[in-house]
């Protein structure tokens, strides 16, 4: 009883606390001049300029071949206008969308920032998308306006150009590849020369759509998730309390912008806050990641779990020699963050690894560990100031108990459906074109994320799995992370994928895929170790039946391990 008494009290007490930071969070930005609302690409940009702040650097580009660009706010802010004034010469209205496909180059940033500024909708696609995603995304989004390069319109678009009904323009980066003369398609440099650099951006909406990122897709037709101008306020507040984003500092997040965080945390949140972006156009390598550690002195470092691991597998050796002496925080997102890699980020960077957890419809970080916090290796943290959340009771079947059309919410250490109470600046607005689908995302005044979690008493939240990736085996609910954790303490293991196989007996049976780390040989002897570890960390019940080594292990664009296509590949291979 005084769990649950002492739970309500500090769950009373945080939502009287959200309705202040989400004030007090508004009034941190400036709102367009004159009192015409509020619009991303203005706090994120111009009002540095305004506040005298013009000349200090916003974007540093390397490039993958050892070039530099470095692009200070008022450059910034200048170029950003010549896109927006590029977007008028064609014609383009308020409202209409704007895809952007291009690498991790400072066009890309340029391109997103002025398309806000004209307040049309920008959508950023992955640079490695092939035609057919390209083409599902356009068509759904109904894209307007296509920023890419020349080799990417020739491979990708002019292949599926006729079915691409409402593309009215391609305006083309210049690279090494020359298209061939088209109706509609023209030169970003031409364009970009003969446009103003003044700009006033319009009245501005915060109910105004901005950003349209589609989910990965991996079970069907990918879904448009909105997001509006307000969304900036818990871009910047979360930046604030997450990450100690401060001015002038070196950011360096290496999600691509094609992905929600790589918008969110690598373009919004820490030009809000006037510090320097460090863009790297070139793929992950742990040597030339240490080194851009260390030679442009990085003081927060944003990442994925994904190259956690793959910096784990390389081990400390590599980190030595090299001074990240100015790194303040280095913060995780994408999927969770396995106590391994959390205890081993002590041994290799001195300092904790804070990861955190959000989706792409809550449009920024919701449940965190964050600088000042104790870590609990494992859990996800705590919620963020300004959000509620929840834990909600399911049956089964994975239907809400619901009493007088609230759900009914349950007492810390339970297992069941992690939840937030609407109405934090940043959550998603609609689905597009899927009004239905989007209705079914919530219960109550609750948004229901679809991940399974518990709470403890202190406030922590611990993740158990996706509802639809839980193994449900001889009746026990087995969640996939619980097991691939366990994997990860063994000394061999540098990352691990758990999926359950169908059983006529008891339902299903776990069935593990473990990458080795470096210079690990794979043996008869090795395979046993590792059998009697995940027995002695688990118990039978929850134990692997069996364990496969492999190479590498499929991860979607954003370095999610995907589950699903290990479960699907397995099951064809088995009939």
């Not at 927006?84 to 920032?113: I, M």
Request: proline share 6%; charged share 25%.
């Amino acid at each position: 009883m005084w769990r649950q008494t002492s739970h309500a009290r500090r769950v009373s007490a945080q939502r009287t606390d959200n309705v202040q930071v989400w004030s007090a969070a508004r009034a941190a930005l400036d709102g367009l001049p004159h009192g015409a609302g509020l619009n991303i690409a203005h706090e994120a940009v111009d009002r540095h300029v305004l506040h005298g702040r013009g000349g200090e650097t916003a974007i540093r580009w390397l490039g993958k071949k050892g070039d530099r660009r470095e692009l200070t706010y008022e450059q910034l802010r200048d170029e950003s206008n010549r896109f927006a004034n590029l977007l008028v010469g064609l014609g383009v209205v308020p409202g209409e969308r704007v895809f952007v496909l291009l690498g991790r180059v400072p066009e890309l940033y340029v391109s997103v920032l002025g398309a806000l500024k004209h307040r049309t909708v920008v959508c950023p696609l992955f640079s490695s998308f092939g035609p057919e995603p390209i083409k599902q995304r356009v068509n759904l989004g109904s894209a307007s306006v296509l920023v890419t390069t020349a080799a990417h319109y020739a491979r990708k678009i002019v292949p599926i150009r006729s079915e691409l009904s409402t593309l009215r323009h391609v305006v083309l980066v210049s690279d090494d590849v020359a298209p061939e003369p088209e109706d509609g398609v023209m030169s970003w440099a031409l364009l970009m020369g003969e446009a103003s650099s003044s700009y006033r951006i319009g009245p501005t909406s915060p109910e105004d759509p901005a950003l349209l990122h589609f989910t990965s897709g991996t079970t069907g037709t990918p879904k448009g998730v909105v997001h509006v101008h307000e969304a900036v306020v818990a871009h910047h507040a979360t930046g604030t309390h997450v990450l100690d984003l401060r001015a002038g500092d070196i950011f360096w997040c290496t999600a691509d912008p094609g992905w929600v965080t790589g918008t969110s945390y690598g373009i919004v949140s820490p030009l809000t806050h006037g510090a320097t972006l460090i863009v790297d156009e070139a793929d992950f390598d742990v040597d030339r990641w240490y080194g851009i550690l260390q030679s442009e002195r990085v003081n927060v470092w944003y990442t994925a779990p994904t190259a956690i691991r793959m910096l784990m597998r390389a081990g400390t050796k590599a980190v030595r020699g090299h001074d990240l002496s100015a790194l303040r925080v280095v913060a995780s997102v994408g999927e969770p963050l396995n106590p391994e890699a959390v205890i081993w980020g002590r041994a290799a960077y001195g300092m904790d690894i804070l990861d955190n957890w959000w989706q792409t419809e809550t449009g920024g970080i919701m449940i965190a560990n964050r600088p000042g916090l104790a870590v609990k290796p494992g859990s996800m943290g705590v919620a963020v100031p300004g959000i509620e959340a929840q834990i909600l009771r399911r049956d089964p079947a994975g239907h809400l108990e619901m009493n007088d059309g609230e759900p009914a919410i349950e007492p810390p250490g339970v297992d069941g459906e992690l939840a937030l109470r609407v109405g934090w600046p940043s959550m998603f607005r609609a689905y597009l074109g899927m009004e239905d689908r989007y209705r079914k995302c919530f219960a109550g005044s609750w948004y229901r994320t679809g991940d399974l979690a518990r709470i403890d008493d202190d406030g922590y939240f611990w993740f158990v799995g996706r509802a639809d990736d839980v193994i449900k085996s001889a009746g026990h609910l087995i969640g996939p992370f619980e097991v691939e954790s366990a994997l990860m303490e063994h000394a061999a293991i540098a990352e691990a994928g758990v999926i359950g196989i169908p059983d006529p007996v008891i339902g299903e049976v776990v069935k593990a895929f473990v990458v080795l780390k470096q210079g690990v040989v794979d043996d008869p002897a090795l395979r046993r170790d590792l059998m009697a570890h995940a027995r002695r960390k688990l118990g039978a019940v929850i134990a692997p039946r069996e364990i496969v080594v492999r190479n590498e292990l499929p991860h979607t664009r954003s370095g999610k391990i995907m589950r699903r296509l290990l479960k699907a590949r397995e099951l064809e291979a088995h009939g």
